[in-house]
């Protein structure tokens, strides 16, 4: 018993280790490629990071990211994402916390403050691809025929591991995205959603 709770310590020791590393690892590697940091960002583990040409990427202050196999189970080993495409934006308000989360800009995507987001939730504005078949066969009439539309989340929203926010979406203030969902329309200020498509559960 006793070995086995030494091997668990080194373990987490290692864990911690590595962690600390990777904060400081990707806080430069953030603002080497001309992302906006606020104060005191934590950003735990490894983290796909790619900003697109003439696009922007901020964040404020207290912005904690936990990725791959960091802190929090429900990541298991996702890598978190943040990327952004030609003449896009993320926008990201203060006191927010991201577990293994895909954030993906075609257009616009913007975050509210005291925002939490679930494990391996994703957000999408585009369809990424054309929904023409005829125009999928040809990689340039593809990019060219997607369809974007930004996606707004309000303050003090709590979204529930594994959901999809799609293109167009705007979240208000106070809402519950339960587990699972994929949010296709806008949701009201002060209600929990769930399901697919989601729809309001209830009034908070």
């Not at 591991?161 to 705007?170: D, M, R």
Request: glycine share 10%; aromatic share 6%; charged share 20%.
């Amino acid at each position: 018993m006793e070995r086995k709770q030494m091997i668990n310590e080194l373990i987490i020791f290692s864990m911690r280790i590595k962690s600390y590393l990777f904060r400081h690892l990707n806080k430069l590697k953030f603002i080497l490629l001309g992302v906006k940091l606020g104060k005191k960002p934590l950003i735990y583990n490894k983290v796909y990071l790619k900003v697109g040409r003439n696009s922007s990427i901020i964040i404020g202050d207290n912005f904690v990211f936990t990725s791959g196999n960091a802190v929090n189970p429900l990541c298991r080993n996702l890598y978190g994402c943040i990327a952004t495409m030609p003449n896009a934006r993320i926008q990201i308000g203060n006191n927010v916390g991201l577990s293994s989360t895909c954030i993906w800009a075609y257009k616009s995507i913007i975050i509210g403050n005291h925002v939490l987001i679930g494990g391996d939730v994703m957000l999408i504005d585009s369809d990424a691809h054309s929904l023409n078949s005829w125009d999928r066969r040809n990689s340039e009439r593809d990019r060219e025929n997607r369809k974007s539309e930004g996606i707004v989340i309000g303050n003090d929203v709590l979204i529930g591991t594994k959901s999809i926010i799609l293109k167009g979406v705007h979240i208000g203030d106070r809402v519950i995205v339960g587990a699972g969902s994929v949010v296709t329309q806008d949701v009201e200020n002060d209600c929990i959603v769930a399901g697919n498509p989601a729809k309001v559960i209830r009034k908070i």
